[in-house]
């Protein structure tokens, strides 16, 4: 086989995996009668499976490091949609700015501060080792 063809079939495995993870999720959304969707499902249970060791992360890191650099463009349907809905969104628009800017400030600050209790954490512990 060619190293184009293991390649090809290293992919086709990893996206295999992230697949069979997003099914099972979308299965727990309609068994479970919790109003959780399906994909906070699939990253809870791709989180535990990484940290439990049944999954390696080499065994996604490349196909999910492919939708990565892809995920810009899943959001091209959402624009264009509110796009198209304008005309239902004008009286609206200003106090939905500004709720998208305040939101977005407070979870930047709040991320930055926990980012920071942490490494702050980390340095202590290290300078008490």
């Given at each position: 086989m060619t190293?184009?063809?293991i390649l090809f079939m290293k992919y086709i495995k990893q996206f295999m995996i992230i697949l069979c993870i997003s099914l099972v999720a979308e299965l727990l959304e309609a068994v479970v009668p919790l109003p959780v969707p399906a994909s906070i499902y699939g990253l809870t249970l791709m989180l535990l499976l990484l940290l439990s060791g049944w999954l390696k992360v080499e065994s996604v890191?490349?196909?999910?490091?492919?939708?990565?650099?892809i995920m810009p463009l899943m959001f091209i349907p959402a624009a264009v949609g509110l796009m198209e809905s304008y005309v239902e969104l004008e009286g609206i628009l200003l106090p939905m700015l500004v709720a998208v800017v305040v939101t977005t400030v407070v979870v930047m600050a709040v991320t930055g501060r926990i980012a920071q209790a942490i490494l702050r954490r980390?340095?202590?512990?290290?300078?008490?080792?």
């Amino acid at each position: 086989m060619t190293n184009e063809r293991i390649l090809f079939m290293k992919y086709i495995k990893q996206f295999m995996i992230i697949l069979c993870i997003s099914l099972v999720a979308e299965l727990l959304e309609a068994v479970v009668p919790l109003p959780v969707p399906a994909s906070i499902y699939g990253l809870t249970l791709m989180l535990l499976l990484l940290l439990s060791g049944w999954l390696k992360v080499e065994s996604v890191k490349d196909a999910a490091g492919f939708l990565v650099e892809i995920m810009p463009l899943m959001f091209i349907p959402a624009a264009v949609g509110l796009m198209e809905s304008y005309v239902e969104l004008e009286g609206i628009l200003l106090p939905m700015l500004v709720a998208v800017v305040v939101t977005t400030v407070v979870v930047m600050a709040v991320t930055g501060r926990i980012a920071q209790a942490i490494l702050r954490r980390k340095g202590e512990q290290n300078k008490n080792e």
